[in-house]
């Protein structure tokens, strides 16, 4: 870089200067999805599941072993069974 002349690294300035605003314009996009999937999931419905106290169990079970809720093991469980279906 000692080679350089002063016209070379202002435009090498301005080139960095370019990228970075890049990054700041998707950062904030990034920041504005991340709300969006937030408000999404205080919008969740609610329904009411009755189980049989052995499978219960069993869920609880599974849903320790892959660090999750219970509630959070079930949705999972129910997304994959859709995105199966329907092969997304």
């Known amino acids: 870089m000692d080679n350089l002349s002063e016209e070379q690294i202002l435009k090498k ?4 200067l370019d990228k970075l605003k890049q990054l700041e314009k998707q950062e904030q996009l990034i920041k504005e999805k ?3 999937l937030k408000e999404k999931e205080k919008a969740k419905k609610q329904v009411l599941l009755r189980l049989a106290p052995n499978l219960w169990e069993d869920l609880a079970k599974w849903a320790e072993e ?3 809720s219970i509630n959070g093991q079930i949705e999972y469980l129910l997304r994959e069974a859709v995105n199966k279906k329907y092969k997304k």
């Open 66 to 68: 892959d660090l999750r």
């Open 13 to 16: 300035e301005k080139e960095l």
């Open 34 to 36: 991340q709300k969006e």
